[in-house]
């Protein structure tokens, strides 16, 4: 049981660039979402989903797109990087509505340039 | 909007000894989770600890206990015979019951504990 994996680990981007951040869980939960965590300001809600063909925005959407096809992967698509998204990206993923909790991936760390 | 708040960035404890983290947060909901997330150094966000505002009675696991005090809104986490393994960043969650609000955590700044030997 692999629970909430992402790639990459680790990824430099240059300013303008475009990619996307790879989520996927087997634990056919229904809820997922993305974070990024920056110094001092804790992890915000960037978008969610909270089933398939279900996305919505959370806190900081800006700049970034979501979709989700299958109850299992929820990429992250970063439009034109910028250097503000400079951060660490976390997806997880919740059975029912998380109220249990929500499983964390071992995050993507990402520099702008 | 709910808001958490972790007015310590940074403690630090002796090995074998209990420490007490602070967490406060508001909200205008009845109804709601909370959480404690421990970070350690390698990035991973592992649950600690869960609480649902409608259960008087504080959570345990293990080490880990909780003082919710409702009407105060505060949800402080208290660790007992602390470890080494202990140390990490510790963040304070909160989760709105209502499905319709997409069951997002609102997470506090974070506490960085760090356990001494």
């Known amino acids: 049981n692999a629970g909430v994996t992402q790639t990459p680990k680790f990824q430099v981007l240059k300013t303008g660039q475009s990619m996307t951040l790879q989520c996927a869980q087997d634990?056919?939960?229904?809820?997922m979402s993305w974070y990024r965590q920056d110094p001092g300001m804790g992890l915000r809600l960037i978008h969610y989903?909270?089933?398939?063909?279900?996305?919505d925005q959370g806190e900081v959407p800006n700049g970034y797109n979501v979709s989700r096809s299958t109850t299992e992967d929820f990429p992250l698509r970063l439009l034109s990087a910028a250097p503000s998204q400079t951060s660490v990206y976390f997806c997880?993923?919740?059975?029912?509505?998380?109220?249990?909790?929500?499983?964390f991936g071992s995050g993507t760390r990402l520099t702008v340039v | 909007a709910q808001t958490v708040t972790q007015s310590q960035p940074e403690m630090s404890v002796q090995e074998a000894e209990t420490v007490t983290l602070s967490c406060t947060y508001d909200?205008?909901?009845?109804?709601?989770?909370l959480f404690w997330y421990k970070q350690p150094p390698s990035r991973q966000m592992i649950l600690v600890i869960r609480?649902?505002?409608?259960?008087?009675q504080n959570a345990t696991e293990n080490r880990f206990s909780v003082n919710f005090q409702k009407a105060a809104k505060s949800f402080s986490l208290k660790i007992s015979d602390s470890q080494l393994g202990d140390t990490a960043m510790y963040f304070c969650?909160?989760?709105?019951?209502?499905?319709?609000?997409?069951?997002?955590?609102?997470f506090g700044e974070g506490t960085q504990l760090t356990v001494n030997p």
């Open positions: 997880a993923s919740s059975r029912g509505t998380g109220g249990y909790g929500y499983t």
């Open positions: 634990m056919n939960h229904e809820y």
């Open positions: 909200t205008s909901e009845s109804n709601y989770y």
């Open positions: 989903s909270v089933g398939a063909g279900i996305t």
């Open positions: 609480q649902e505002a409608y259960k008087q």
């Open positions: 969650a909160f989760m709105n019951r209502q499905e319709t609000s997409g069951s997002r955590l609102t």
